[in-house]
């Protein structure tokens, strides 16, 4: 798949140069309008966007450390493709991030964090009714963030911030897949009602629960379609290179 046509060729403003590439590449990476597999030449990319390669290298580490770019000898970065194995590995990775991130926050959270928990969870029912299952998505993941703000514990909400930047191309289509959003959004209010309870211990349980229906669902038939480009594009002898328009 090309993506040359989705790339803009305008030069991006020079303010906070790094920072602003760095996001720019981001959203085109998690948007899928830069494809897994896709190689960046440094040459063509830094041109396109009317920067130097110093500050591109710069930018390609960074996105490297979060896990969205690959550095691949003689080939330089290639956007990064997760198997499926890789990514149940990383909704394992998510489930003990998450539990502890709530161990730590049952105890920690006031009257404003919970109102907050509580108008997010309200939103999903309603959501859920209406099936509106991209505004559903967008909801559980901002309850799930906030959880993990509120351990309090910066290293591991980093740690989880990157880890769902680099699941997040496929998160989507693994939460479709799950189905019932009605059920999904009453497991949240499970949740929810074991921290209004104060039992972290239960709270957990719960949240691991929840997050291993996803897991189990990506084992079965149904989640090919999920990876089928992947392995489509694995088959190829060479990854398609990113270039500039003209």
């Not at 798949?1 to 996001?23: C, G, H, K």
């Not at 003990?96 to 999903?124: D, N």
């Not at 991209?134 to 906030?146: A, G, K, M, V, W």
Request: hydrophobic residues 40%; negative net charge; glycine residues 6%.
């Amino acid at each position: 798949m090309s993506t040359t046509d989705a790339t803009p060729d305008a030069p991006l403003e020079n303010r906070t140069l790094r920072e602003q590439v760095i996001d720019h590449l981001r959203e085109e990476i998690l948007s899928s309008r830069l494809a897994p597999g896709t190689e960046l030449g440094e040459a063509a990319l830094a041109r396109s966007l009317g920067i130097s390669r110093g500050p591109l290298r710069e930018a390609l580490g960074q996105l490297a450390a979060e896990g969205l770019v690959t550095m691949v000898p003689r080939r330089g970065a290639v956007v990064t493709r997760l198997t499926r194995r890789e990514f149940i590995d990383a909704y394992q990775v998510r489930e003990a991030l998450e539990s502890l991130a709530l161990r730590l926050a049952v105890p920690r959270l006031g009257t404003a964090e919970k109102a907050e928990l509580h108008r997010r969870c309200e939103q999903m029912e309603r959501e859920a009714q209406a099936g509106n299952t991209t505004r559903f998505f967008e909801i559980n993941r901002e309850f799930h963030r906030l959880l993990v703000h509120a351990s309090g514990n910066r290293k591991l909400e980093a740690v989880h911030a990157q880890l769902i930047a680099q699941m997040g191309r496929l998160m989507n289509k693994s939460a479709e897949l799950r189905g019932g959003l009605e059920q999904s959004a009453a497991e949240h209010r499970a949740i929810l009602d074991a921290i209004d309870a104060g039992d972290p211990a239960l709270a957990a349980r719960l949240l691991e629960e929840h997050i291993e229906v996803p897991q189990r669902v990506l084992k079965l038939p149904a989640a090919d379609t999920i990876f089928e480009d992947e392995e489509e594009d694995s088959e190829q002898p060479q990854a398609e290179e990113w270039r500039a328009n003209g």
